[in-house]
């Protein structure tokens, strides 16, 4: 049983899972003891001097704060830590959550650092029975962005979601709920024959609800990483390619073919957006371990969002490889052209099976890392634009989100171009009606 005038210190994220992890502390002293382990951004001026701490005992409830955790030692880690102040939390009073993203070492030195101060190691149980009733206020989007940051894999993961926890303008709650509130405005203006202003204020709300709903690629993305194989003959550099996109020596290389035999998972980042890239074993016809190994990346490469199809430029593509080409679906594969050193001055073989592709393929040489920028953009090609807009906008990142928006998008479609011709305006409200629930569902359970 929990005592009551206990702190309690715990990792909340299953350890390994990669990404960031989580150290809940709650009960009487958990803000107190966040506030001397804390330094928040602020901390620093631009000359170098400290500035006052943020005290986080004085915190608002739900608020968030970027900066970084200290022991006695120095510092541990880069931290979101999220304040919350009720008479929840396991064992009363408040609770803070510290989102490391140094990994295990992080994580369990942070949590010591909070045992070291007296903080007693909590178990799951209690953390289940008490968090709930702490968290109330939030919608249902907010809600969804609290429980995915602690897995988001990279910075500016964490920042679109951290965006859309916001209730503020540049969140997703903000902007569905101004949608909302818009719909019902249009219906009471229509119903009472107040048409003036009436089609533009509806051909802008059509516009902001088309932008949310093709934002959802760029969010889901930044939520769930897309799966990138590398597929390609056994020696042609796909395990060389893979310890240099991680940029670390994570996979066997060997000039005999066959090296990789099962497959090996590590998440990247590129300008920011995870990917899970997945080294497979080479495709050829194998009996044995490496032919288990084959089927596996055969299913591996079905299953991908994208797949790096590689060759070797230092020779021609054998007949098993146009066969390989056969096989994968050509709008998910990008072709790359490795070991371009090895050619000089000669041209890279060219290939019909090449021309199936609708992008030409990079030409690299993953042993010395040239071209390799360009095949990380071209990983990331169709996300480029929204990158450069940024995260501190209103951002669609759930299918929940996506599939409620899209079909309010298709009732607003739905409706006749001149919306201000009041004699059908009964069956228009309705319509408009339907359109205020579904933006209001996506905020509510
Ligand atoms: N010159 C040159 N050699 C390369 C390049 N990339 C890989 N290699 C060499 O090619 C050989 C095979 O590399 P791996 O990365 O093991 O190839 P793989 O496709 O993973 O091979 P399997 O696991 O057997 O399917 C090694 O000797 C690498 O050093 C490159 O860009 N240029
Ligand atoms: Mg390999």
Redesign the pocket.
Known sequence: MPRSNDTIALIATPLGEGGIGVVQVSGPQALEMAGKLFRSRRATSASGGLLPEIDLTKAQSGSLFYGTIHDSEGLIDEVLVSIWRANGGPTGGGLVEINCHGGIMAVQKTLEAFLKMGARKGKWKELLDGVAPVQEGLDLIQREALLLLPRAKTRLSVKMLLSQYQSAPGGLSHEVRKLGEEAKRIKEKLMGCDTPGVASAFHLLLSSLTALVNSSPFGLALVNPLKVTIA???????????NALLREDRV?????????RDYIIEFISIEGMPLELI?T??LREAEGVEGVGVEWARALHQEADKVIL?LDA?RHITQEEEGLIGTLDTSKVVPVL?????VGSRCPPEADALQLFSIPPCE?????GKGLDGLRRMLVKEFLPEIERGPHRPIVFTQRQKGLLEEALSVARGLPRDIIDCFTASEVCQKLDQLEKLLLGVLKE
Do not use: Q, R
């Open positions: 390609g003959a056994p020696n042609v550099g796909k395990s060389t390619l893979f066997l290389v060997h000039h005999e073919p066959g090296t990789t080294d074993a080479g590689m230092s490795n070991k371009i050193d090895l690299v040489s993953a042993l010395s």
